[in-house]
């Protein structure tokens, strides 16, 4: 029987069929798991969803799910800018990844509180110590957005940036039961990922789980949650 915990960071890791080298991916995603344990505050869990386990970390729930690659010609792939316009590959990442963390939160539903929170973090991004601590102080908030953080760039230099929610997908802190609000997870097999699209509205799943952009304007700025920013730098993108 798992501890409750104030926040959980879910991790969706993309299909190893969709990656250049799937061991190089794994290692981004070991060094993303040393910057989210090494909160401040220890009120935390991690999950990390994805198709293929390398290696497994003592604490950290893995799920791995069989389920195809989205796409074997996919965007992620490709260094010609233009593949990224095509918008049936990034629908294909959105539902990959939409679908991923709707599992992730199906069981992260099992290891909080009531009133706790998700963060869904990208598997190559690093996360400041302080988050935990943050969401634990401020827990009268619906959603609590990254809105400025760091861009990694070559020889590890970083530049500032604003408005990260729309370039990063590690952005958004938001409480459980908002976001599960329009979910139907008892219709959820997770060996067969089209329960997971029909457990969801299409919408909902691309655009506000699957994307990172529009979800604070979707719950804080549309309908009236309340919402706030982390008033530090709290993101690297890599």
């Known amino acids: 029987i798992c501890k409750r915990k104030m926040i959980t960071f879910i991790i969706c890791v993309k299909h190893p069929d969709n990656c250049h080298s799937y061991y190089n991916t794994w290692k981004l995603l070991e060094n993303t798991l040393d910057s989210v344990c090494n909160q401040t505050d220890k009120d935390y869990n991690v999950i990390v969803v994805s198709n293929k386990t390398l290696r497994r970390r003592n604490g950290i729930k893995f799920i791995e799910l069989n389920w195809s690659a989205p796409t074997l010609d996919d965007w992620q792939m490709s260094d010609d800018l233009k593949d990224r316009s095509n918008s049936k ?5 959105r539902i990959d990844r939409g679908t991923k963390y709707i ?3 199906k069981e992260a539903r099992k ?14 991004d690093f996360i400041h110590q302080d988050i935990a601590r943050f969401v634990k102080n401020n827990l009268k908030f619906d959603m609590i957005r990254v809105f400025t953080g760091l861009k990694l760039g070559i020889n590890n230099t970083f530049k500032f940036r604003k408005r990260f929610n729309y370039i990063c997908g590690t952005c958004n802190i938001i409480n459980i039961q908002l976001i599960s609000s329009r979910i139907n997870f008892s219709l959820i097999d997770e060996k067969d990922q089209s329960t997971v699209l029909k457990c969801v509205d299409e919408y909902y799943l691309k655009m506000i789980i ?29």
């Open 210 to 238: 699957g994307s990172h952009k529009w979800m604070y304007r979707f719950f804080v700025e549309d309908r009236g949650n309340y919402g706030t920013d982390i008033p530090f730098p709290a993101v690297v993108y890599n």
């Open 89 to 93: 590959q990034m629908d294909n990442i």
């Open 103 to 105: 599992i992730g939160l």
């Open 111 to 124: 290891r909080g509180l009531l009133s706790h929170f998700v963060m869904f973090v990208d598997a190559d």
